[in-house]
């Protein structure tokens, strides 16, 4: 074919590309887009677009050979935030960091102290505060690692249902953005199988193994006992009880109160922390107390800054029983140490704002008798309405008054 020829059929290319541009000027605009003030079809306008995309994707599939990739737009995760629980551990590190904020530094300290201790023990609470307080740089990491490790190597032996850390540290590394160190994790002996954990409920095929009200029960009559020996029962079969059904919150302060009492303040510690309803009064009492009998002061300030901030529910006014209280101030001051003055301060404040029981000791409260739910409401309502005394007024009068004095 010689050059006439081909710059002949090369013009009468350009005019039907012409006469074809000149046809589509008629809808569209000078820069290519739809004109907005034609009346155009949306399921044309649908159809044409979806036939661009699927050209260009034709086109660029053809042209695999240049390694030429399709442009993500967008991407649309399997899961979302909210399902991989990422939002409540943003919300559960906002709460850890304002009631650690003037003793984060310190706390780190403290940590790895007891991390250098061939004798130390990484208590659950521990171990949930530096994971919520944790940030992405080599220190953090390698002293959240420390204490991952010291903490599995206590429980080894002593499983009386540990705290689940694994997906916990999962959401951290996610937050944090730190997919290394979350392999690392997976990859460590000592904390591979922390994150093969699978939530279960287990029934008998006769019905369940356990039933609530015979537990507690079982353990009010160890915590009347407290001895050794009944201490030693009620662990037998809080660890079997474990194995099938998650304990009530009375029987997790039944035995854990029984563990204070026989001198095992660290073993209180480690059944209060695996209770999913930490804010209970009688938890947060419990646990104030064992930190004292185990002299760590320093994490009883979260607790208090705690009730400080969250008590808005006013339908559950009291936070803190004023025997536990009254017991922490009188160590407070008679021993000398860094933390008493922001501790007394703090009971100061739960003082002024009538956040603690006067009308009834943790014990009492903790051996009153069981009582359907409905009726409780019911005998509740039926007070304010006929303007009844208190339950069982006698038996506590004199504790009432004592307690109220103290304030």
């Known amino acids: 074919m010689d ?27 000078p820069s290519g887009w739809i ?8 399921r044309f306008l649908h159809s044409t677009l979806r036939n661009v995309v699927l050209s260009n994707k034709y086109q660029l599939k053809r042209k695999s050979e240049k390694q030429l990739r399709i442009p993500e ?35 780190r300290e403290r940590m790895k102290e007891i991390c250098e201790k061939d004798d130390g023990i990484i208590f659950t609470e521990d171990l949930k505060a530096m994971i919520h307080l944790v940030q992405p740089n080599e220190q953090d990491m390698t002293l959240l690692t420390n204490m991952l490790k ?22 951290m590394f996610y937050h944090l953005n730190q997919p290394e160190y979350a392999l690392q994790a997976f990859e460590n002996e000592y904390l591979r199988n922390s994150f093969n954990y699978r939530s279960s409920f287990l029934l008998n095929s006769n019905g369940i193994n356990f039933i609530g009200n015979n537990n507690v029960l079982m353990y009010a009559a160890c915590l009347k006992e407290n001895t050794p020996e009944a201490l030693k029962y009620a662990l ?10 998650r304990p009530s919150g009375r029987s997790y302060a039944l035995i854990s109160y029984l563990a204070i009492k026989n001198n095992a303040p660290e073993l209180a510690l480690d059944i209060l922390s695996t209770i999913q309803r930490d804010r209970i009064m009688s938890i947060r009492s419990l646990k104030i107390l064992a930190y004292m009998n185990l002299e760590r002061y320093l994490q009883i300030i979260p607790i208090l800054k705690q009730i400080m901030e969250n008590n808005t529910n006013h339908n559950h006014k009291y936070s803190i029983f004023a ?17 008493s003055v922001q501790l007394l301060d703090l009971i100061k404040q739960a003082k002024q704002l009538e956040f603690i029981q006067t009308t009834i000791t943790l014990e009492e409260f903790l051996l009153q008798p069981i009582m359907n739910r409905r009726k409780f409401k019911f005998q509740n309502s039926e007070r ?11 038996r506590m009068y004199g504790t009432r008054n004592e307690l109220q004095n103290y304030l």
Not at 325 to 330: N, V
């Open 73 to 107: 737009i967008g991407i649309r995760c399997l899961y979302t935030e909210q399902d991989l629980g990422i939002t409540m551990y943003e919300n559960s590190r906002f709460i850890f960091r304002n009631q650690f904020m003037t003793i984060e530094n310190t706390f």
């Open 150 to 171: 010291k903490y599995i190597q206590k429980h080894e032996e002593n499983k009386i249902g540990s705290f689940v850390f694994g997906p916990v540290v999962m959401r």
């Open 35 to 42: 004109k907005p003030k034609e009346c155009i079809n949306k």
């Open 323 to 339: 025997d536990v209280i009254y017991e922490l101030e009188e160590k407070l001051k008679a021993i000398d140490i860094e933390e």
């Open 384 to 394: 304010k309405f006929k303007n009844q005394e208190p339950f069982n007024q006698e």
């Open 236 to 245: 037998a079969h809080w660890k079997k009880q474990f194995e099938v059904m």
């Open 3 to 29: 050059d006439e020829t081909l710059n002949r059929l090369a013009v009468e290319a350009l005019l039907e590309e012409a006469k074809l541009g000149a046809k589509r000027a008629e809808i569209m605009g």
